[in-house]
């Protein structure tokens, strides 16, 4: 069940929806704001249009959502392919304009782009901190040569200032679950990783890192290319 596809359906044809909760393995439900998903460039962060700003060549924007960021790169005529796993934030996108929608997985996605954007903590879809490390491996075969791979992180330690770090695994792994009208969705794997993490796995995996903006609140914009 698309839980999270349902309540992005109700936003966006109906104009309401009920609340949507996203249920953690750290601390209590989190309210998910819908409208958040639909900002146009007056509403992003600074570190997002910067994000938007290096993007050249033939893009591919994974995890798009409804299309937010994929529009606005068409408006500047950046040849743009939007992927999402949600079938209703694909048709959602589909309606508002982005020319290039398509429910894919970018796991299994086969062709060539000259960059790969990974937005409001796209990178996470990695589930893991191994994951993070296989991803970087495999997102090569999708990125022409120079090409460069763009997503932002945070750095969660401050959720554990007033309790131990997980001892067993990585403590930016952690697990997310949706809920809906009473539905619940499947519980999957979400990873943050830390600046210092990132740096010492990009260059064990062949890449070149920058840290091209950081908020100072704990969420930085990195990018990386291909050696």
Known sequence: MDVFGKALSDIYNKGEADTLWLHNSYGEPEEMPLEFFFRD???MP????QALKMCSGKVLDVGAGVGSHALLLQAFNIDVTA??????AVEIMKDRGVKKAFLKNVFSYQDKFDTVLMLMNGIGLTGTLAGFKHFLIAVKNLLNPGGQLIFDSSDIAYLYE???K??????????YQYEY??????????VYVDEETIKVVAQETGWNCEVIFDDGEDQYLVRLTLN
């Open 46 to 49: 600074v570190l997002e249009l």
């Open 162 to 164: 007033d309790m131990p």
């Open 83 to 88: 992927i999402d796993i949600s079938e209703a």
């Open 181 to 190: 009208q009473g539905e619940k969705g499947k519980w999957f794997n979400w």
């Open 41 to 43: 460039d007056e509403d």
């Open 166 to 175: 997980p001892q067993n695994q990585y403590y930016g792994e952690v697990s």
